[in-house]
């Protein structure tokens, strides 16, 4: 007979990949071992191995979760400022995770790292689908992919400078998606009208 769950397993899982992400954004992938990460949760290999059978089970729970959380933001918002305001707002609570994602998807086992490309993409996608709707007559093939880059290129290393919480004289991240959206909404301006052959 198959031994029931505990009422707070999901719980513990979500303690673990909280850790496991600071653990791995401290000391890289590589440098955390089982055993760190177990010294890291306040409990030992045994019980750690309970929840996952691998540090790259970890590691692939921790960018599954983290990836949905994101494509389910991209979805919800139709808005390209409020777009912007959604993810910046969420690296504000999950600057470890966007580590992991932007550093550590590599070391996952080619199918795992595959259906965490194929996330990334998505979100990617729904990106360009935001910009193409704000500006539809300055968004085309050759220039969509270059454009939305641009914009992840302006938000997606925020963490590494941005910590308000630790310096009072620093933007707050809901300034800075203000003036992220004002800069790249003022520059698609500056983009060339597509004229369409009647």
Request: hydrophobic fraction near 45%.
């Amino acid at each position: 007979m198959a031994r029931t769950l505990a009422s707070d397993h999901q719980l513990q899982r979500d303690d673990i990949l909280e850790k496991a992400a600071t653990a791995f954004a401290n000391h890289s992938y590589p440098g955390t071992s089982m055993s760190v990460l177990a010294q890291t949760c306040g409990t030992s290999k045994a019980r750690l191995y309970h929840y996952y059978p691998s540090k790259e089970a970890i590691l692939f729970d921790l960018l599954d979760r983290y990836t949905r959380v994101l494509i389910t933001l991209a979805e919800s918002h139709q808005d390209l400022p409020a777009l912007i305001a959604a993810f910046l707002a969420e690296y504000e609570h999950s600057q470890t995770r966007h580590i992991a994602l932007l550093n550590d998807v590599k070391f996952l086992e080619a199918p795992q790292r595959q259906l965490i490309l194929d996330a990334q993409r998505k979100i990617v996608d729904l990106f360009a689908a935001a910009i193409q709707r704000s500006f539809p007559e300055r968004t085309t093939a050759q220039n969509r992919s270059a454009i939305t880059m641009l914009l992840f290129g302006m938000i997606n290393w925020t963490f590494t400078w941005l910590k308000p919480q630790q310096d009072a004289d620093k933007i707050s991240y809901a300034d800075f998606a203000t003036l992220v959206t004002q800069i790249f909404m003022q520059g698609m301006l500056g983009v060339p009208v597509i004229k369409c052959d009647s």
